[in-house]
């Protein structure tokens, strides 16, 4: 079936970085581009960027613009997203969100990762 | 670009119905039919309910409809059920190539 499944919690240190991973199976991965979303705790959801997995290209919220990365690796069918400069403000849970093909909304979530930043 | 306007919350009894408005502006809401709704229960991944401001994806009940006027879109349940108790959030496709989320609205069944 359909699934992105993400890599694990984090616990970082304010001005460190964070790596996150979201897998994709069950179709085909450089065909639907991808989009991060974040909610801190108790918030909504708030837009990141996105990437598309087949030239790699991105785009990314201004908000976020220099301290984030999205990339992906097409041989495991994966992207990442990199957070720079971490602060406590970034505590949040981040999930990735598939676009649709046909329909042009996030029809496919991934679990949703964790981070924490705490000194 | 600020995030779409949403009330805090809404209650509705079983059976009744009830409607969750999302105001943008001309640049997002207004310009573009690409609003969708999610569903978001506790500890849990948002789940797509309408997409392109009126449609179902395959399995959502059709107690969901979407709707759209100007720069306001609109979420209505009918035949509220215990299990419609989540929050739930508007997005929209902006005029900067962007995606944004409204603020989300708490649904409690009575």
């Known amino acids: 079936q359909v699934q992105l499944v993400q890599s694990g919690a984090e616990v970082k240190k304010p001005g460190a970085s964070v790596k996150v991973s979201c897998k994709a199976s069950?179709?085909?991965?450089?065909?639907?581009?991808m989009h991060w979303v974040r909610q801190a705790p108790g918030q909504g959801l708030e837009w990141m960027g996105i990437?598309?997995?087949?030239?790699?290209?991105?785009s990314y919220a201004q908000k976020f613009q220099g301290r984030v990365t999205m990339t992906r690796d097409t041989s495991t069918s994966t992207v990442y997203m990199e957070l720079s400069s971490l602060r406590s403000e970034d505590t949040a849970v981040y999930y990735c969100?598939?676009?649709?093909?046909?329909?042009?909304?996030?029809?496919?979530w991934g679990q949703g990762t964790m981070v924490t930043v705490s000194s | 670009q600020s995030a779409l306007t949403q009330p805090a919350s809404v209650s509705g009894s079983p059976g009744q119905s009830i409607t969750i408005s999302c105001t943008g502006t001309?640049?997002?809401?207004?310009?573009?039919?690409?609003v969708s709704w999610y569903q978001q229960h506790p500890g849990k991944a948002p789940k797509l309910m309408i997409y392109?401001?009126?449609n179902r994806p395959s399995g959502v009940p059709d107690r969901f409809s979407g709707s759209k006027s100007g720069n306001t879109a609109s979420l209505t349940i009918s035949g509220l059920q215990a299990e419609d108790e989540a929050d739930y959030y508007c997005?929209?496709?902006?005029?900067?190539?962007?995606?944004?989320f409204g603020g989300g609205t708490k649904l409690t069944v009575l």
């Open positions: 969100a598939r676009l649709g093909l046909v329909v042009n909304a996030f029809d496919i």
């Open positions: 069950g179709y085909t991965f450089t065909s639907y581009y």
């Open positions: 990437i598309n997995p087949s030239g790699g290209s991105t």
């Open positions: 001309s640049s997002d809401v207004g310009g573009y039919n690409y």
């Open positions: 392109e401001v009126s």
């Open positions: 997005s929209s496709y902006t005029s900067s190539s962007t995606w944004v």
